[in-house]
């Protein structure tokens, strides 16, 4: 985690845990090496010429790249300029193959940082990890690949004109390439993003599972991700390609095909370079940015600061937790967070920072008949060579273990057992909009997605199911408590701190069905995860059940909401347009203006704005050129 030195240095010990998969790491520095060479238009350094461009884009993440993508395309009289933190990610092992990516975090990853919350008491007073892309591509280039879209409920709940589902249909469509059964008309076929099942994946557990959620009284699907269908299970696909396998990062589908191609002239790329802050001129216009060479990346040059200048526009898509501490450190943001930061205001924002919100997530994990060739470990435990396994291309590199997963509602003998608080939410919100889901599960083929795989006994093969509220009431925050890059964050998840205690009693109802549904299948052998502390008192189980629940939730890397597209007085920071209130100029367009209720795992709805956006940019920009 190069970029948040002083946060890794306190937490250290507690991320060598997480994820720490090292001789993983010695494949990431292989391949690097040649990756530059073949692109003239990405550098590490300002090429000179550029210190004035037409449009920056800060962040050359999930979104980002997909931005200056299409503008690069509409505009080809603009200079395009995307400043990225991260390194280049072309070809890079760990970041094309699926199967690898846990090798992107860990203490020595160049290609993601970790953002550490405050201990939370309600969370049994632990701090939570939370780690984001910082690589090209961003989220994209390192996440688990798992496919899954909102609901249709989801984008009309926003309440933002042009943000409807109806209307953003045609981009849902134009991002991505489907190719899976389905009878629904909402999906794309030509799209720059594949979705595939991949070339390796589990069918025993798979049906297993889904025979397990049906016997609970659910559907099987064969498309669960049309918008629409609900309270039903199904296979998963993944952002892989299904010729080769490949992960479907914004860096690879979008950009690099861009940068290769000798007749785009007008797109350049910084990378291991990070801006500081947004210039903002005295008619409160962004102007510019202020940037420096990533320390942990260039350490030659760690005290050089820049300026580069904007012409028409600066659009900032650096991520939930990146894009309020840039906009905080320019001096955009909450007078008071401002005031005890010691940045001068420039526009009184209260918003940004505020209102954090991520997807909860318990796992819980169980021995099993699989096979070793039938778990995603045994690629990362070291039981097989990776080094092998990339020089035969295998297929199960294109595998991430995710084979099903499902969208549940509870059946009226779970709602009748909920406790008041639950039942309020319940009745109020969820009973009469059958198009939302108060839960998902979701199968993986291993031990489960934060755990170390080698803390687990050898010679035995486990599966995990993942359960994740979908709309969690909770809130947190993240804002910066001084100017500099270096000054720590105050960072709060707030997960499970709403006050009606309405999220821990969703999640302890999802962890009494994942069980239901463990119970029924047939390759489980008994838990291999810690389990709650029951006593005989079975009055006493639901309590317990929570108290193990706060005890081990953690996130779904799902950061969202933190510069929310929303009226100013609902604490929103930009308008329908993207436009930051009170600063010509300036966009913001990636997850942090997602205000509300994304119920699948947000790498869709990120694309999404990334489609929308650039549709927005390219519509002002042409009426200014025209
Ligand atoms: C470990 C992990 C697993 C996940 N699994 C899934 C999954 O399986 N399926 C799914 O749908 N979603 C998944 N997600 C979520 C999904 O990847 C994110 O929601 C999505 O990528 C966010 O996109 P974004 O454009 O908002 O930000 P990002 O993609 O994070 O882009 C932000 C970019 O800005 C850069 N940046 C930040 N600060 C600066 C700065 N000061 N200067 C310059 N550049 C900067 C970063 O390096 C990064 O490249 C996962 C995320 C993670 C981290
Ligand atoms: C959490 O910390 C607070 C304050 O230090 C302490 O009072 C409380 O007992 C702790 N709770 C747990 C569960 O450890
Ligand atoms: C989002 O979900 C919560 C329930 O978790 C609900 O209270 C809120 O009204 C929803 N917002 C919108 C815009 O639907
Ligand atoms: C890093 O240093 C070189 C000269 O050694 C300079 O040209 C370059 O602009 C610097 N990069 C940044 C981002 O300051
Ligand atoms: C990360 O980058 C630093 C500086 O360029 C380099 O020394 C280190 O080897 C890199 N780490 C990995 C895992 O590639
Ligand atoms: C690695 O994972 C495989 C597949 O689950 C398993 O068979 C093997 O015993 C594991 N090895 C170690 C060292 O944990
Ligand atoms: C299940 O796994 C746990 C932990 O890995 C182990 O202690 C236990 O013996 C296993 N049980 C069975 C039945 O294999």
């Known amino acids: 985690m190069p970029n948040i030195v002083t946060q890794a240095a306190i937490s250290g010990a507690a991320f060598s845990h997480f994820l720490f998969i090292p001789f993983l790491i010695l494949i990431?520095?292989?391949?690097?090496?040649?990756?530059?060479?073949?692109?003239?238009?990405?550098?590490?350094?300002?090429?000179?010429?550029?210190?004035?461009?037409?449009?920056?884009?800060?962040?050359?993440?999930?979104?980002?790249?997909?931005?200056?993508?299409?503008?690069?395309?509409?505009?080809?009289?603009?200079?395009?300029?995307?400043?990225?933190?991260?390194?280049?990610?072309?070809?890079?092992?760990?970041?094309?193959?699926p199967a690898l990516y846990r090798a992107n975090f860990g203490p020595q990853s160049n290609s993601s940082l970790a953002y550490f919350s405050a201990p939370e008491q309600q969370l049994a007073n632990r701090s939570i990890i939370i780690a984001a892309g910082s690589i090209l591509g961003g989220g994209s280039s390192v996440n688990g690949a798992i496919y899954a879209r909102a609901q249709q409920i989801d984008y009309d709940a926003w309440g933002t004109k042009g943000w409807s589902t109806e209307e953003l249909l045609p981009f849902l469509k134009k991002l991505e390439s489907f190719h899976a059964p389905t009878s629904s008309n909402t999906h794309g076929q030509d799209g720059p993003t594949d979705v595939s099942d991949g070339q390796y994946s589990c069918p025993p557990l798979r049906d297993d599972f889904i025979s397990a959620v049906k016997q609970n009284g659910y559907l099987s699907v064969d498309d669960l991700q049309d918008l629409v269908s609900n309270n039903a299970v199904s296979t998963a696909h993944r952002y892989v390609s299904p010729e080769t396998g490949e992960r479907q990062d914004t860096a690879h589908t979008y950009l690099?095909?861009?940068?290769?191609?000798?007749?785009?002239?007008n797109l350049h790329v910084l990378v291991q370079s990070q801006v500081i802050r947004?210039?903002?001129?005295?008619?409160?216009?962004?102007?510019?940015?202020?940037?420096?060479?990533?320390?942990?990346?260039?350490?030659?040059?760690?005290?050089?600061?820049?300026t580069i200048k904007a012409r028409k526009l600066v659009i900032l898509s650096a991520g939930a937790l990146g894009t309020p501490q840039i906009l905080e450190r320019s001096g955009i943001g909450d007078r008071q967070v401002l005031k005890q930061a010691g940045v001068p205001v420039i526009s009184d924002l209260p918003g940004v920072g505020h209102d954090y919100q991520d997807h909860h997530m318990i796992l819980v994990t169980y021995n099993s008949t699989l096979t070793p060739d039938q778990s995603v470990d045994s690629v990362i435990n070291g039981s097989l060579n990776v080094r092998e396994l990339l020089s035969n291309y295998d297929k199960i590199l294109s595998w991430n273990g995710v084979d099903a997963s499902s969208k549940l509602r509870p059946s009226q003998e779970d709602v009748a057992g909920f406790k008041p608080e639950l039942r309020k939410v319940w009745d109020n919100y969820f009973e009469?909009?059958?198009?939302?889901?108060?839960?998902?599960?979701?199968?993986?083929?291993?031990?489960?997605?934060?755990?170390?795989p080698t803390a687990y006994p050898a010679g035995q093969q486990y599966f995990t199911i993942g359960c994740y509220n979908t709309y969690p009431r909770s809130r947190?925050?993240?804002?910066?408590?001084?100017?500099?890059?270096?000054?720590p964050l105050d960072f709060k998840t707030?997960?499970?701190?709403?006050?009606?205690?309405?999220?821990?009693q969703t999640l302890a109802w999802l962890y009494k069905k994942q069980q239901k549904v463990a119970a029924k299948m047939k390759m489980q052998r008994g838990p291999a995860s810690t389990e709650p502390l029951f006593t005989d008192d079975p009055a006493e189980h639901d309590s317990a059940i929570e108290q193990w629940v706060r005890n081990n939730v953690n996130t779904a890397y799902h950061p969202m909401g933190t510069c929310k597209?929303?009226?100013?007085?609902?604490?929103?920071?930009?308008?329908?347009?993207?436009?930051?209130?009170?600063?010509?100029?300036?966009?913001?367009?990636?997850?942090?203006?997602?205000?509300?209720?994304?119920?699948?795992?947000t790498m869709s709805t990120a694309l999404l704005i990334g489609e929308k956006a650039a549709d927005i940019f390219i519509n002002e920009l042409g009426l200014k050129n025209a």
């Open 432 to 452: 009469h909009s059958p198009n939302r889901p108060l839960g998902s599960l979701v199968l993986v083929s291993g031990c489960s997605v934060l755990a170390d």
């Open 278 to 306: 947004i210039l903002v001129d005295e008619d409160k216009r962004a102007s510019g940015v202020e940037i420096r060479a990533n320390p942990g990346l260039q350490s030659n040059n760690m005290s050089s600061k820049r």
């Open 494 to 504: 707030g997960f499970l701190a709403d006050p009606e205690g309405s999220d821990v």
């Open 565 to 601: 597209m929303a009226p100013l007085e609902n604490r929103g920071v930009v308008d329908g347009t993207l436009s930051v209130y009170g600063v010509k100029g300036l966009k913001i367009a990636d997850m942090s203006i997602a205000p509300e209720n994304v119920s699948g795992n």
């Open 256 to 265: 690099h095909p861009r940068l290769k191609d000798e007749n785009v002239k």
């Open 476 to 487: 947190g925050h993240v804002h910066i408590t001084g100017p500099k890059m270096e000054d």
């Open 28 to 97: 990431l520095a292989i391949e690097v090496t040649d990756a530059h060479k073949l692109l003239s238009m990405i550098t590490a350094e300002l090429a000179s010429g550029l210190e004035e461009v037409d449009i920056i884009i800060i962040g050359g993440g999930t979104a980002g790249s997909i931005i200056a993508s299409r503008l690069t395309d509409a505009e080809p009289q603009s200079t395009i300029l995307v400043v990225e933190g991260g390194p280049d990610n072309f070809r890079i092992p760990t970041i094309v193959h």
